[in-house]
């Protein structure tokens, strides 16, 4: 009784003993063949801020990007997994503390040797130690898969925040091109109406009346595309809502103006700012700790198990000396010695996990600073090409203006100033174009250089 006593107290000891996993270290970025630049190739002076987009956002985004967080199914499944993930971790940290059972049985048997014979009732403790810290190392694990989710539901939350953003551009654009289509149409269909005036009178051919003809049929069939388009941006903008895809969503007026600074901090800082990148960066912990995990799980594991019941005989009388209640305490102390290379088998796989999710890491970094570089890079010519543009359209607008002081004094005719006003319609349209591309940029880049949209 003597040595039992002494090798339980041995073994509690080395219960409360246990050690704890390692932290994981911190990954970097594989940058082979230059290392991480102190600034961006693109210029792009001045200290970031994350919650300036670059462009005025008014109230009617402000409530789509609302109602999106709310019902958008995409944002519900993330939400679901970072639930399943924090359940999980509660689950682990449960491996850690002791369990309480609570049973009883009764028989009426009259075989002595049966089980059935006996009847009673008792309560059962068990705990497994955490004696080389695999426990720990699990709990680590689970514990750093649900931040890598919930990284990931940040992420998500911007993700569709910019895309209501950029999908609300669209609808913008889509309108107002919808609108110049129509417009250009009704100026065709007038010049084909002078040209058949002019086939009347002899002044123009059969030829040229077809050839307008055509045009007229082209531009119909631009404005119908234009149409198509914008019911399509409607119906693309209610599904990131969570509304029935009607194509009912009112259009939103003008595009905003973009701003014309753009300052974009440093490369180092993006890592740290960017929630993807984070999570990829947890998820690179989490297999850590498994590798610590599968190592720990080829020691020798510790369980205690104590109890205290009563017991009711009918059958047989308890043994002399024996008194209700009854009580038990034992230790088991396992190793594990042949299991057909299982154990070693999960450690190189735990390993290739880790491999795994350490690229994974530098692949998330090195997309991140991709993004970064080609939306400044995008950000620059898409400014330069809309000075361009809008120096033409300016011109074209001066040129109409010329025309039609030349329509008023005789010297052209009505079909050569609605010529100059068809040139002036289509370059518009361009610099429409161009200005949504540098506002979904805009956008874009935000997103990749780790900006808050507002939620």
């Not at 993930?85 to 369990?99: D, R």
């Not at 609605?418 to 997103?447: E, F, G, K, V």
Request: aromatic share 4%.
């Amino acid at each position: 009784m003597l040595k039992t006593t002494c090798l339980l107290s041995c073994l509690a000891s080395l219960a409360l003993m246990g050690c704890a996993a390692p932290r994981p270290p911190q990954p970097m970025p594989a940058l082979e063949h230059a290392p991480l630049p102190s600034g961006w190739r693109a210029a792009a002076s001045g200290e970031f801020d994350a919650a300036v987009l670059g462009f005025p956002v008014d109230e009617t985004l402000r409530a789509l990007i609302a109602e999106a967080v709310r019902y958008n199914a995409d944002l519900r499944q993330a939400a679901a997994r970072t639930e399943q993930a924090q359940a999980a971790l509660k689950a682990a940290g449960g491996a850690m503390l002791p369990t309480l059972a609570l049973g009883g049985q009764a028989g009426n048997s009259t075989l002595p040797t049966s089980s059935m014979s006996t009847s009673g009732v008792g309560l059962v403790v068990a705990w497994e130690a955490d004696l080389w810290g695999l426990l720990s190392a699990e709990q680590g694990a689970a514990r750093s898969r649900l931040q890598a989710s919930e990284l990931d539901l940040a992420y998500a939350r911007q993700s569709l925040a910019a895309n209501v953003a950029r999908g609300w551009i669209a609808l913008k654009e889509n309108a107002r091109q919808l609108e110049i289509a129509r417009q250009t149409l009704e100026m065709s269909r007038q010049q084909l109406a002078l040209i058949e005036l002019g086939q009347r009178v002899g002044r123009n051919t059969r030829q040229e009346v077809a050839q307008h003809q055509a045009v007229v049929e082209a531009r119909r069939q631009q404005a119908l595309a234009r149409e198509q388009a914008r019911d399509q941006a409607r119906r693309a903008l209610e599904v990131l809502l969570g509304r029935y895809p009607a194509g009912e969503l009112a259009d939103c007026g003008p595009l905003p103006a973009a701003s014309d600074a753009l300052p974009a901090g440093i490369p180092s800082e993006l890592l740290s700012r960017r929630p993807d990148v984070q999570a990829a960066e947890r998820r690179f912990a989490a297999a850590f700790y498994g590798v610590e995990a599968a190592k720990r799980a080829r020691l020798p594991s510790l369980k205690l198990t104590g109890g205290v019941a009563y017991i009711e005989d009918s059958a047989v009388l308890l043994k002399s000396g024996i008194d209700n209640p009854l009580w038990a305490i034992t230790g088991q102390l396992l190793a594990p010695i042949f299991t057909g290379g299982q154990l070693a088998a999960q450690v190189e796989a735990q390993n290739g996990k880790q491999r795994e999710a350490l690229a994974g890491y530098n692949k998330a970094a090195l997309n991140a600073l991709a993004e970064v570089e080609n939306g400044l890079n995008g950000e620059r010519l898409l400014s330069l090409r809309e000075r361009a543009l809008q120096a033409q359209t300016d011109a074209l607008a001066q040129s109409v203006r010329y025309a039609d002081a030349q329509k008023k004094a005789g010297k052209i005719d009505n079909y050569q100033l609605l010529q100059q006003r068809l040139n002036l319609m289509t370059a518009q349209a361009d610099l429409l174009r161009l200005q949504s591309q540098r506002l979904d940029n805009r956008i874009a880049l935000h997103l990749a250089l780790g900006g808050r949209f507002p939620l």
